[in-house]
C-alpha cells in the first residue's frame, strides 16, 4: 500500500472533509503571493489539478443524494461513494501526488497538514535515533530491462555489492524526466518522483506519447528522519 492511499481516508466521513479541504487548500494563493496558488506552487499539474476537482463534483453531487435521506439515499448511492474513494486513491497511486508534496523542497507544515502526511516530515512525532545523515552517499542505477512502455532499473549503494536499504535509510526513491533524444541531462528540478525501490528494483512505465523521448533517471536516498540525501549520477535510456 502507497503512503498516499494511508494518508486518504478510507471513510466517507473522513474523506468527504479531506478531500473539500485539499481541493480548496490548492486552489487558494500560497501565502504572501497574489499569483501562485498552492498547486503551482507545489508542483500540480493542469491535467491533475482538474481530475481532483472533477473527483470533488461527483462527490458533492454523491452527497447530495445521500443526504436526502427520503428520497435519494439508496444504497446504490452508498456503493457509489465507496467506489469514488477507491478511484481517488488509485489517482494518487499512479500521479503520487501525495508524496510527491511529501518530498517538495517547496513544501511547509501546513501542506503537511492538510494533506494528512506526517511519517517523515517535521511535524512527525518520532525517537527514532538510529537514522544516519544521508551525507554525500550517492546510488547507482542501472537499467537492467528495457520493454515496450517500460524500464526495470536496479539501484544500489555506490562501492557496495548488496542491495537493499541500509541501516537508518526508510526508502530509495527514483525520479524521472523526459527529454528529447538529442537533448542531454535535464535541471534537477525538472525530475518527478516515480517511486520507491523494492530490494533495489524499480518498475517504470511510461505514457504512449514519450515513446521515441529519453528518459532520464537520478536516485536519492530518504533516511528515518526524512532527510533527503544528493542526487545520483543520471542515467538516461531510449522509450519504446
Same mark, same amino acid.
Not at 466517507?12 to 487558494?28: C, E, N
Not at 537492467?144 to 549503494?157: A, P
Not at 523526459?178 to 542531454?184: D, H, P, S
Given at each position: 500500500m502507497s503512503g498516499g492511499a494511508t494518508r486518504i481516508?478510507?471513510?466517507?466521513?473522513? %474523506?468527504?472533509?479531506?478531500?473539500?479541504?485539499?481541493?480548496?487548500?490548492?486552489?487558494? #494563493?500560497s501565502q504572501g503571493s497574489t499569483t501562485l496558488t498552492?498547486?503551482?506552487?507545489?508542483? %500540480?499539474?493542469v491535467p491533475e489539478l482538474a481530475q481532483l476537482q472533477s473527483f470533488l463534483d461527483e462527490w458533492e453531487a454523491l452527497m447530495a443524494l445521500y443526504n436526502n435521506k427520503k428520497v435519494t439515499r439508496s444504497t446504490d448511492v452508498i456503493e457509489q461513494k465507496a467506489q469514488l474513494i477507491k478511484k481517488?486513491?488509485?489517482f494518487d497511486n499512479l500521479q503520487h501526488l501525495y508524496k510527491r508534496v511529501e518530498?517538495?523542497? &517547496?513544501?511547509?507544515?501546513?501542506? #503537511?497538514?492538510?494533506? &494528512?502526511?506526517?511519517g517523515g516530515t517535521p511535524i512527525a512525532k518520532t525517537s527514532d535515533t538510529r537514522a544516519t545523515d544521508p551525507g554525500t552517499d550517492e546510488e547507482v542505477i542501472v537499467v537492467?530491462?528495457?520493454?515496450?512502455? %517500460?524500464?526495470?532499473?536496479?539501484?544500489?549503494?555506490a562501492g557496495k555489492k548488496v542491495r537493499g536499504k541500509g541501516k537508518g535509510v526508510k526508502e530509495i526513491m527514483v525520479y524521472k524526466a523526459?527529454?528529447?533524444?538529442?537533448?542531454?541531462a535535464p535541471a534537477i528540478n525538472v525530475y518527478q518522483y516515480v517511486g520507491d525501490t523494492n530490494?533495489? %528494483?524499480?518498475?517504470?512505465?511510461? &505514457?504512449?506519447?514519450?515513446?521515441?523521448?529519453?528518459?532520464?533517471y537520478i536516485a536519492r536516498i530518504k533516511n528515518t528522519r526524512g532527510v533527503i540525501g544528493v542526487a545520483s549520477k543520471p542515467v538516461c535510456v531510449p522509450i519504446i
Open positions: 481516508p478510507r471513510k466517507a466521513k473522513g %474523506f468527504d472533509p479531506h478531500i473539500r479541504a485539499v481541493v480548496a487548500y490548492l486552489l487558494q #494563493f498552492n498547486a503551482i506552487r507545489l508542483g %500540480f499539474t481517488y486513491i488509485a518530498i517538495s523542497p &517547496n513544501a511547509n507544515n501546513t501542506d #503537511f497538514v492538510t494533506f &494528512n502526511i506526517k537492467v530491462k528495457i520493454g515496450n512502455l %517500460f524500464h526495470e532499473l536496479l539501484v544500489t549503494s523526459v527529454t528529447l533524444i538529442t537533448e542531454g530490494r533495489g %528494483f524499480v518498475t517504470v512505465t511510461h &505514457n504512449v506519447s514519450e515513446i521515441g523521448k529519453m528518459a532520464w
